[in-house]
């Protein structure tokens, strides 16, 4: 199988109906009010069919690294991770595994696809991976809001997703602004939601800004969930 590559002008239906520089929205034909949605927060999924392919060799090179790792088995516990991370203890994993290291180049080309969606001016330097890590959330294990520090764009790419594996939930970044602001209906469109779960599948790559604050909610699979993790910065 090959992989889609990544699309080099985002379809229209991400980037709003009007690509470019900024422009006034038209009145509609009857005069009545017009609604911009402004200050976009974007996320982006890919099924990476190629990394999906490798799916097996990832999740053993997972399960081998955390066998293998007494110093990041030490932090998990510590930290109350239930399951294990390398997030603190290994920092070399594409170089320790073939599978990581094919995962990382599609990762690459996937980050630059966004930043192109992002509009961003990189100048003369290049978001590049600065860290990228291993999780295995046990069964009924779930890790808290968080958000990633010192990165641009974080993300994570799905290994093992079993039934009832937990899902990624989003929170409104200006959620700590809403001092009086109603609640949302339960049936509101998903853009105006402050709280929205996004439902891997394994073979899911999923890209945001590193300030989005996010958490995995309870693993309630019937055995691990397995996912890598990595942090891009700006250099
Ligand atoms: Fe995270």
Redesign the pocket.
């Known amino acids: 199988m090959t992989e889609t590559p990544p699309a080099a002008t985002p379809p229209a239906s991400a980037t709003g109906p009007a690509a470019g520089p900024a422009t006034t929205p038209a009145a509609t034909p009857a005069g009545g009010p017009v609604v911009e949605t402004l200050f976009a927060t974007r996320i982006y999924r890919a099924e990476l069919a190629e990394a999906l392919a490798l799916n097996p060799e990832l999740a053993a090179s997972c399960r081998s690294a955390a066998e293998d790792d007494g110093a990041g088995q030490d932090w998990s516990a510590r930290n109350l991770y239930p399951g294990y991370t390398s997030y603190a203890s290994v920092d070399d994993l594409p170089w320790r595994y073939p599978a990581v290291k094919t995962l990382k180049g599609l990762i690459d080309r996937h980050v630059k696809a966004f930043a192109k969606l992002q509009d961003w001016d990189l100048g003369d330097r290049k978001l590049v991976l600065d860290n990228l890590w291993i999780n295995i959330l046990d069964p009924g294990g779930f890790?808290g809001s968080?958000i990633?520090p010192n990165s641009v764009v974080?993300g994570?790419y799905y290994v093992e997703i079993p039934p009832g594996a937990s899902a990624l939930r989003l929170e409104d970044p200006r959620l700590g602004l809403m001092m009086a602001a109603p609640p949302r209906k339960r049936k509101a469109a998903r853009e105006t939601q402050p709280f929205v779960a996004l439902e891997p599948k394994p073979g899911t790559l999923l890209l945001w800004e590193s300030w989005l604050r996010?958490e995995v909610v309870m693993n309630a699979a019937e055995s691990e969930r397995i996912s890598i993790?990595f942090n891009y910065a700006w250099r």
């Open positions: 890790h968080h990633h974080s994570t996010h993790s």
